[in-house]
């Protein structure tokens, strides 16, 4: 049984999970910081492993995928530094099982693949995966499991900050549901507005989606800001806020390789 780090790296956060075998023992979810160097990404993670009880050293593999190019280097000398090991990283050459039938496969993102092979293996295609991170991306896998295509629009964090930052007399709010669409104070109606207008979006796009591909997709949510779409969208069938870290380790296992480093359980029974 492989014990595992899996990290995904987005522009706004960082996810990372500790698998052993097929279970998620444990994930966490800090800031993606560029200026961060090898050393304090080190001890951070550390220390967070640490509060755990778990045990670097029983570390079989890492798999890394990133949106943010710069950090690249970093995390793989990081995990080379203090874990000894060198990342499986997603990318070009890497056996992922998908037909990617896109204009340019190379555009599309590490973290909508991994996406996608974690929701062919769990639900089976037709698929539509809407992942609610820094962008909103809407993924489609065909009948065929081959990824398609989608759509890209702003993240609700990203369009939440926009209109603080550019209405002068808009506060800052927190991203909750309002008791009614219709609010009887600025933040109650600046959160309507957010949460009930993203979750149109997200309706209206799945159902065009659906009009203009005529299958039976189901439709996954995933992503740090998922929670607050559940229980709201009509056309969101399944939640999985660990989508991605799953893909990771599905990508691992068909990519792992020959030998790996023996090791042990990695946390410490109490």
Known sequence: MDTILVIDVGNTNIVLGIYEGQTLRHHWRIATVQ??????????LKQLFQDRDFV??????????SVVP???????????????LSPLVVGAGLDTGLVIDYDNPQEVGADRIVNAV?????????????????????????????????????????STNALFQRASKLPRIDLVRPSSVVGHNTVASMQSGVIFG??????GIVERIQAEVPLPFQVIATGGLSRLMRGESHTIQHFEPNLTLEGLRILWQQNRPEQVPAGGLGFVDS
């Open 70 to 84: 710069p950090l690249m280097t970093t995390l793989e000398e990081t995990c080379q530094t203090y874990f000894g």
């Open 56 to 65: 670097p050293h029983h570390l079989q593999g890492v798999v890394l995928s």
């Open 118 to 158: 974690a929701g062919v293996a769990m639900y089976g295609p037709p698929l539509i995966i809407v992942d609610f991170g820094t962008a909103t991306t809407f993924c489609v896998i065909d009948e065929k499991g081959h990824y398609k295509g989608g759509v890209i629009a702003p993240g609700i964090q990203i």
């Open 35 to 44: 200026e961060r160097t090898v050393d304090e990404y080190g001890i951070l």
């Open 198 to 203: 993203f979750v149109g979006q997200v309706d």
